[in-house]
């Protein structure tokens, strides 16, 4: 982490001198003042100062942001994004199996194993587990993974709210309950 103590100290600091002369609109002479326990700068070093501390920031920032994921996963956004998913589906404590199975503990369950719940032979047959790779490439596109399913739904194209909605399916365990 950067402290202002890193950052290069003013220039012309002479030590016992403690004023600030203005000369042809520069400020010159900045020193330590005695009866300050801080470091006195000129207005216009300090200035320069902070273009400095700014420009750090601004480059650590940047790096924060190249290391950042791509596509952050946002639970609440993809509550909103389930809305669609709704028509079908249901999710949570009281959640029944309607026109689909009910969701809960989904992301990690095998596909066609809600009990109660009458599946075409595709899907039961899937052998496929949904996690998060598989949901990746299911919800965009179902028909297309599970040839024959009766999951009538063109699916979710944008592939940010595909992961905010994995992101807000995880959050129920298998009884209903957030788990996180
Ligand atoms: C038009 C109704 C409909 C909509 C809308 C719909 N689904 Fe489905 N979904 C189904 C049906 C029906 C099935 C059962 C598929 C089968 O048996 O072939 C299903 C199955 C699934 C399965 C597999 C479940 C299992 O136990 O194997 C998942 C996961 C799923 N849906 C997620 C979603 C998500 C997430 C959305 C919203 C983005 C969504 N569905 C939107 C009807 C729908």
Redesign the pocket.
Known sequence: MVRKSDIPAPTSRAAGIDICRRRGGRFVNCGRRATDSGVATCPGNRAKGDLVLRSIFAGLFLAAIATAPAVAQDPAAGEK??V??R???QIGPSAKNL???E?NG?VG?K????PG?T??Q???HSGLT?DETT?ET??PS?QTI?K??????PG?KDPQKVKD?IAF?KQFGPDGQKVQ
């Open positions: 994004a389930f669609v998913c028509a079908c589906h026109v689909g199975p969701l989904v369950r596909a066609g194993t809600v719940y599946y075409s595709a899907n039961l949904w949901l299911y919800l179902p599970v024959g399913t009766k999951m009538i739904f979710v909605i399916l």
